[in-house]
């Protein structure tokens, strides 16, 4: 089993560009490109918010357009730039996006593990909640088949990251309640989070939580608490996470862009 993490790719609507300036479209079909070239091919690719920037019908169907050429399930995750209503429409076929009335959160059966993803959408605001109706859904689904291992996704990460700005615009409420539900559950293997830009990994309610980069811009690595928002033009990039029977979830950051490669080493290195 193996899933790519796509995150934060901001599409726009045809012709507009992130801050007047990030082609958002050409660097997700980058990654696509890139995920497509990878092999073993994955199985799975998910999606972890911030799809379309604003949340309006025109950059849905551009986001749609660019994920057409994956033959493998897409898996989409709302962010904060995300409206719910808006990104059902655009994907009228995605059943699990329909498994609340009020929310994008979703449980899947991937064979060898399961995928519980959390909505964390707060409209209109930057940062993210998980209201006491979520924290109940996710204790609820977290009780169920016991025996399978579980990986576990959220557009905003609910520990601290250092990087103070962003770290202000995280998960405000429900992110202590959602630390006590996981660390009663020894066999969520890993929390997979988008928002920050950044890869970013910490040991968290008894599991390893991450961040993934963004498939356009990066947030600058500036860890003074006085610290302006910023952000630097990085190689982007998407995560893979291999699952290995015996062993659990192995990860891997891959970046996105021209790199030459591979390159034959010879003999010892």
């Avoid at 730039?81 to 009020?102: G, I, S």
């Avoid at 605001?125 to 109706?133: P, V, W």
């Avoid at 990087?163 to 309640?177: H, N, P, S, V």
Wanted: aromatic share 6%.
């Amino acid at each position: 089993m193996l899933i790519a993490q796509l995150s934060d790719p901001h599409v726009m609507a045809p012709g507009q560009r992130a801050f007047g300036r990030i082609d958002t479209a050409a660097l997700l079909e980058q990654a696509v490109a890139r995920l497509l070239r990878v092999e073993p091919r994955p199985d799975v690719v998910l999606l972890t918010g911030d799809l379309a920037d604003g949340g309006a019908p025109a950059p849905y169907r551009e986001l749609r357009r660019l994920l057409a050429p994956l033959p493998m399930p897409v898996y989409l995750l709302p962010g904060n730039h995300d409206n719910r209503q808006e990104l059902r429409a655009a994907f009228p076929e995605a059943d699990y996006l329909r498994q609340d009335p009020d929310f994008l959160h979703f449980d899947l059966d991937l064979g060898a593990c399961r995928l519980l993803a959390l909505d964390s959408l707060l409209p209109g605001s930057i940062n993210g909640e998980l209201c006491e109706r979520r924290l109940a859904w996710t204790a609820a689904r977290l009780e169920e088949a016991p025996d399978k291992p579980v990986i576990m996704a959220i557009h905003h990460p609910p520990f601290t990251t250092g990087l103070a700005k962003m770290d202000d615009y995280g998960l405000t409420r429900g992110g202590t309640e959602l630390a006590a539900i996981v660390a009663r559950h020894p066999r969520v293997e890993r929390l997979l989070c988008g928002h920050l830009h950044r890869p970013i990994q910490v040991r968290w309610a008894g599991t390893l939580a991450m961040t993934a980069p963004s498939t356009a811009h990066q947030m600058s690595l500036d860890l003074r608490p006085d610290a302006p928002l910023t952000m630097h033009l990085e190689p982007p990039g998407f995560l893979l996470h291999q699952w290995i029977e015996g062993q659990g979830l192995v990860s891997h950051l891959l970046p996105t862009g021209a790199f030459e490669g591979p390159l034959p080493l010879g003999g010892a290195h």
